[in-house]
């Protein structure tokens, strides 16, 4: 079985410029959540998406918004990109909205967004 | 605001000996703790977690150990083995998928 996968795996951006990350969760898989991992830091949460509606979000502007669509794949948009928002982006995917307390939240490899 | 904390950001193992990773809290809200393991260029994967009811869970090698009252917790991996070797993140969260990580802390294990 696939895992969770996500493209690009690198993407170069400059300031002001827009940017989609994409994510496939894992089958069968309809709970989605994207984070951010800044270098040296842990990730951290952006949003969760469940049955294509918004489940929780993080404290991020709303430069950065997402969505999922009918086959539970999902989209990260970040707008007028920043120096700051370089970072790896990590998807990861679950059953059903509380199942990554006991049970398994499946990350991906992420895409390591580059803003110069 | 850091409601987890790794205060060690690495730590250096023999083979065969007990690895113990530390993590502290802030928020004694949290229903779950976890630990992730991650290797470079991939995910995190998920090691172990805890009901915050609990203080203790194992799992094979991986036993992780809470103590509500120091909001302090610790992941005990023995033996420790050359592919222990990664970069862990303790997690908490309220039963729902927004983990909130610490920093982490490397992990080498010596051969």
């Known amino acids: 079985d696939a895992g969770v996968t996500q493209s690009p795996t690198h993407l170069i951006k400059t300031r002001g410029q827009q940017v989609t990350l994409r994510c496939s969760p894992i089958s069968g898989h309809k709970s989605v959540s994207w984070y951010q991992q800044v270098l040296g830091q842990g990730p951290q949460f952006i949003f969760q998406y469940y049955e294509k509606e918004e489940r929780g979000r993080g404290n991020f502007p709303d430069r950065f918004s997402a969505r999922q669509f009918p086959n539970y794949s999902s989209e990260l948009n970040v707008n007028a990109l920043l120096l700051g928002d370089s970072a790896l982006y990590l998807c990861?995917?679950?059953?059903?909205?509380?199942?990554?307390?006991?049970?398994?939240?499946?990350f991906g490899p992420g895409t390591r967004l580059t803003v110069l | 605001d850091q409601q987890v904390k790794q205060n060690s950001p690495s730590l250096s193992v023999q083979e065969g000996r007990i690895s113990i990773l530390n993590c502290d809290y802030t928020?004694?809200?949290?229903?779950?703790f976890l630990w992730y393991k991650k290797y470079p260029a991939e995910g995190p994967t998920f090691l172990i977690s805890i009901s915050s009811i609990k203080d203790k869970n194992e799992d094979g090698r991986f036993t992780v150990f809470l103590n509500k009252s120091a909001k302090h917790l610790s992941l005990h991996i023995v033996p420790s083995q050359p592919g222990d070797s990664a970069v862990y993140f303790c997690?908490?969260?309220?039963?729902?998928?927004?983990?909130?990580f610490g920093t982490g802390t490397r992990l080498t294990i010596i051969p």
């Open positions: 928020n004694s809200m949290f229903d779950y």
């Open positions: 997690a908490g969260n309220f039963g729902n998928e927004k983990l909130t």
């Open positions: 990861a995917s679950s059953l059903a909205p509380g199942a990554a307390s006991t049970d398994t939240q499946y």
